[in-house]
């Protein structure tokens, strides 16, 4: 068949693009970033897209000749700059799927996610279920398919739940007492291509998970022992708690951790596996073989370890700048600043214009530090500052090299706590 597939370098949109080139199919591959493709296969055409800009039938219509089946799996779990939940979940989707009905498509695959029904309460089920709502009124083969958690080695969600649970200590809201079904992303794919099947009849809402639910308690302490840890102590939290202290994900950068998601959690993720298992002809795979009989590498240890670290860095990096301004202002008296300056040569006007210049150059250092404005470029100024000034204060102060409680030799470890902040807001999930 000819596919065209959506959100093609995603999690679940790469792990199915790679199994319909498996199978024979040829696929035109839509993304916004092909670079992160990393496939070269006769069968596949790349095609950019921004989905933000794709949200009437005309901008798809071009890219639809002699496409058989639409797969779509944009999505996101939490809005930013890049697009929100309406844009990229409601109305690129309607507008694709609206297109495909036009042209003559003969099937659409959508992934949709578990809870997106009549009680959807978050705009990310909301969303979802009106695109899903969409597609069931068009006169074509439609499926729709609703993983609970999906694991595999690139799921955002996974890492933060490796995190959570490499804690000494889980808080669990309301217990943890909420059933998840999580499902292994090789089951997902082969749900997409089973669908595609001639055989198969269209019609569908398909819940796609693990052939028995878990407790989020019990997930959490699975992951833990997987990552080589002793059982974490569970202390029950409210779900008002739990919300409170989730909102405060996004000044964190990390976008799973949000209170919609702890309301998802609050409903639970589970469903009746038979669907997915007469689908698949099998039943689908259990979390214990695909999961938690499967060692932690270092590279997983390390990462559950140290996934709070960079917040943390933000932070601390943001407060240097800002106590270092605030200081400078208000508590370290100005004449032995003027004194200093006037060892290296700065006196006169130049040297309350240089106090008073660097002290806000540190403040909002600080700021940006904490909006994350352009954090690579912003790391990479204040490694050339730091590193310049320290120079400068070496060769005209060299008693600060040698002085005993080293106030100058301290700037090394801050160097490079602004090196690995930088890679780290590098790496993409």
């Not at 695109?131 to 955002?156: C, E, H, K, N, T």
């Amino acid at each position: 068949m000819n596919i065209l597939l959506t959100g093609a370098t995603g999690f679940i949109g790469n792990a199915i693009l790679r199994a319909l080139l498996q199978q024979g199919h040829q696929v035109k591959a839509c993304c916004r970033h092909p670079d992160s493709l990393l496939l070269d296969k006769p069968a596949l055409t790349v095609l950019p897209i921004d989905y933000r800009q794709a949200f009437t039938p005309q901008h798809w219509l071009p890219h639809l000749t002699g496409i058989d089946a639409i797969v779509n799996c944009v999505g996101i779990i939490a809005e930013s700059s890049d697009g929100t939940f309406d844009q990229l979940h409601r109305q690129t989707p309607i507008a694709l799927f609206q297109a495909g009905a036009e042209i003559g498509v003969k099937k659409i695959v959508q992934i949709s996610a578990l809870g997106a029904d009549e009680n959807a309460e978050t705009a990310y089920h909301l969303s979802k279920k009106a695109a899903d709502d969409a597609l069931r009124r068009l006169p074509l083969d439609w499926f729709l398919l609703q993983p609970s958690i999906v694991y595999g080695g690139r799921a955002q969600s996974s890492g933060l739940f490796h995190a959570l649970a490499a804690l000494p200590v889980h808080l669990l809201p309301d217990g943890g007492r909420q059933l998840l079904q999580p499902i292994p992303i090789d089951d997902v794919a082969a749900a997409v291509t089973c669908c595609l099947e001639p055989a198969v009849l269209g019609k569908k809402t398909l819940a796609l998970v693990g052939p028995e639910p878990i407790s989020y308690a019990d997930w959490l302490q699975s992951l833990r022992r997987r990552l080589g840890k002793p059982p974490a102590r569970r202390w029950p939290v409210s779900s008002r708690f739990s919300e409170a202290v989730a909102g405060l994900g996004k000044w964190l950068g990390e976008p799973v951790l949000s209170k919609d998601n702890i309301v998802m959690l609050n409903r639970g993720n589970a469903a009746d596996p038979g669907p997915i298992s007469e689908l698949l002809g099998r039943p689908p795979r259990d979390m214990a073989s695909q999961l938690f009989e499967k060692p932690a590498s270092q590279a997983e240890r390390w990462h559950a370890m140290l996934y709070f670290v960079k917040p943390l860095l933000c932070l601390s990096i943001a407060f240097v700048w800002l106590w270092s301004g605030i200081t400078s202002l208000l508590f370290y008296p100005h004449e032995l600043s003027y004194r200093l300056l006037a060892d290296i040569s700065i006196t006169g006007i130049g040297a309350p214009l240089t106090l008073y210049g660097l002290a806000a150059l540190d403040i909002v250092l600080g700021l940006t530090t904490l909006a994350r404005f352009r954090p690579r470029e912003l790391m990479l100024w204040q490694f050339c500052i730091v590193l310049g000034y320290s120079l400068a204060v070496a060769v005209c102060l060299p008693e600060f090299v040698f002085h005993p409680f080293g106030p100058l030799l301290k700037n090394l470890p801050f160097l490079i706590c602004l090196v690995i902040y930088r890679q780290l807001e590098g790496e993409k999930p």
